[in-house]
């Protein structure tokens, strides 16, 4: 599968965006998708995840802020984020594992990442 994530932006804080992320292919319904973020300077980290089955997770730093949600007929996924901080500020990818859950880790496929920044 190929992912390409848009809707980033400027946005002051306590604004909204919604991140989506379109994938290619007939089978996208059978991938669990996740978003991760990469500030300037710091490591690549988990954000959200929904599976191929339905489940979701979210980073507990999150949580009650952001929304992951799928349409399988338009192949993607998107990420409503409202009440964003500074410190959401990041490169925002999405990315993709064959079935499996929600966990944090072990995706196969990535896209391209979309900038977030939020200003105080």
């Known amino acids: 599968v190929q992912l390409q994530a848009s809707g980033g932006g400027l946005v002051q804080a306590g604004g909204s965006l919604r991140l989506s992320c379109v994938g290619s292919?007939?089978?996208?319904?059978?991938?669990?998708i996740a978003w991760f973020r990469q500030a300037p300077g710091k490591e690549r980290e988990f954000v959200a995840a929904?599976?191929?089955?339905?489940?979701?997770n979210y980073v507990y730093f999150v949580k009650g802020r952001f929304t992951i949600s799928r349409d399988n007929f338009e192949n993607r996924v998107y990420l409503q984020m409202n009440n964003l901080k500074p410190e959401d500020t990041a490169v925002y990818y999405c990315a993709a594992r064959l079935r499996g859950g929600v966990a944090e880790i072990d995706y196969d496929y990535w896209g391209q990442g979309t900038q977030v920044t939020v200003s105080s």
């Open positions: 292919g007939r089978s996208f319904s059978s991938y669990t």
């Open positions: 929904f599976s191929w089955s339905g489940s979701t």
